[in-house]
């Protein structure tokens, strides 16, 4: 089987990462005033999660729905902590970017702030408390 535990989680891992870089120095454009950065860095950042999130997606439920079967019982605790950030987040994703590209700021940026908290508990829980390997 290709797509091992292993695999998919440090896959999984590495994009979050990245991601994440790429939210941050959206947040330090807008920080400078520059709005037209920020909204390009973000675009890139809606398409890169979203394909992310369907990807897996695809793999956890077609491909090998038994993904997360050698998860000990405190892995299996981490992933509920984790996916009460990163379904929100998922979910309030879409909203971001129609607000942001509507220059809806009102709305935009408290919802920065809700998105910003769920982010962080997504990729600290994810990246640093799953485990990085079943080996
Ligand atoms: C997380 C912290 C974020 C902060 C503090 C923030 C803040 C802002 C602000 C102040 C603007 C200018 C609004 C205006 O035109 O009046 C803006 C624009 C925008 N934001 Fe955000 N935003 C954040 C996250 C995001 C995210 C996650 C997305 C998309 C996934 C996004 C997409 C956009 C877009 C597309 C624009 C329009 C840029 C343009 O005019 O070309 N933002 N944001």
Not at 36 to 55: S, Y
Not at 66 to 80: C, K, V
Request: some cysteine; proline content about 5%; overall charge positive.
């Amino acid at each position: 089987m290709f797509f091992t535990p292993g695999l998919v989680i440090l896959t999984l891992k590495i994009l979050v990462g990245t991601v994440t870089l790429l939210l941050i120095a959206a947040v330090i454009a807008i920080s400078r005033g520059n709005r037209k950065l920020h909204g390009q860095i973000n675009r890139v950042f809606f398409w890169l999660t979203m394909l992310t999130v369907i990807g897996f997606e695809v793999v956890i439920r077609l491909v090998n729905p038994e993904l997360t079967d050698g998860f000990t019982p405190e892995a299996r605790q981490m992933l509920r902590i984790h996916l009460c950030f990163s379904i929100p987040a998922t979910v309030l994703l879409p909203a971001m970017l129609y607000t942001g590209s509507r220059h809806m700021r009102r709305i935009h940026v408290p919802l920065a702030v809700v998105f910003s908290i769920l982010w962080a508990g997504t990729a600290i829980t994810g990246i640093g408390f799953l485990p990085h390997t079943f080996e």
